[in-house]
């Protein structure tokens, strides 16, 4: 019987660790690390979007702010844990791709499109005039990011990925520094 545990590096230290990065705050790296716990466990050949999604909406109340309420995210939650157990199951011998480049398969245990979010994040963050990417960054990557498993999944719980953009990127745009994003501190 094959192990539901994908094979790790003889030597953790040769391989990039995306929760190292220096300019991830330390509960965006947080995030990263417990969504590669999630892959690990769920049997996934890499964190990808989902499994950052998942980990966001558990771990950061300004992420779960950008939502409309309480019931919007019970669901998402629900199809999110019905991923590991269910339908996901599909996406464990697969990597989670956009199509628009090369497949790398080795990405500091990131799928290229979760990669690629990371990366973006940073970017967005670093547009705000900010040196550390935040929940709220990550989250706008995710929706925009080109055949995100993230997205399938909001998708299935009804919420519009490019209706959650335009308004992350409103918030963004209207909210001065450290304003909490979508609405759910008053700051703005």
Same mark, same amino acid.
């Given at each position: 019987?094959?192990?539901?545990?994908?094979?790790?590096?003889?030597?953790?230290?040769d391989?990039?660790?995306? &929760?190292?990065?220096?300019?991830?705050s330390?509960e @965006?790296?947080?995030?990263?690390?417990?969504?590669?716990?999630?892959?690990?466990? &769920?049997?996934?050949r890499?964190?990808d979007?989902?499994?950052? @999604?998942?980990?966001?909406l558990?771990?950061?109340?300004?992420?779960? %702010?950008?939502?409309?309420g309480?019931p919007?995210?019970a669901r998402?939650?629900?199809?999110?844990?019905?991923r590991?157990?269910?339908y996901g199951?599909?996406w464990?011998?697969? !990597?989670?791709?956009?199509g628009?480049?090369?497949?790398?398969? +080795?990405?500091?245990?990131?799928?290229?499109?979760?990669s690629?979010?990371?990366?973006?994040?940073c970017?967005r963050? %670093?547009?705000?005039g +900010?040196? @550390? %990417?935040?929940? !709220?960054?990550?989250?706008?990557?995710?929706v925009t990011?080109?055949?995100a498993?993230?997205? +399938?999944? @909001?998708?299935?719980?009804?919420?519009?990925?490019?209706?959650?953009?335009?308004?992350?990127d409103n &918030?963004?745009?209207?909210?001065?520094e450290?304003?909490?994003?979508?609405g759910?501190?008053?700051?703005?």
């Open positions: 019987m094959r192990s539901r545990v994908p094979r790790q590096p003889a030597s953790g230290q391989v990039p660790r995306p &929760d190292d990065d220096a300019r991830l330390a @965006l790296a947080a995030v990263v690390a417990g969504a590669r716990r999630r892959a690990v466990r &769920d049997g996934d890499q964190i979007t989902a499994h950052l @999604l998942h980990t966001l558990e771990s950061d109340p300004e992420v779960r %702010a950008a939502f409309d309480a919007r995210i998402l939650l629900g199809y999110l844990v019905q590991s157990i269910g199951l599909r464990q011998s697969t !990597v989670e791709d956009s628009a480049l090369p497949v790398v398969t +080795e990405a500091g245990g990131l799928s290229p499109v979760a690629a979010a990371l990366e973006d994040a970017e963050a %670093a547009r705000r +900010e040196d @550390l %990417a935040r929940g !709220v960054d990550l989250l706008a990557a995710l990011a080109p055949r498993r993230a997205v +399938e999944v @909001l998708t299935r719980a009804g919420i519009d990925a490019r209706d959650l953009a335009a308004r992350l &918030d963004a745009k209207g909210c001065p450290g304003c909490a994003v979508g759910g501190g008053g700051g703005c």
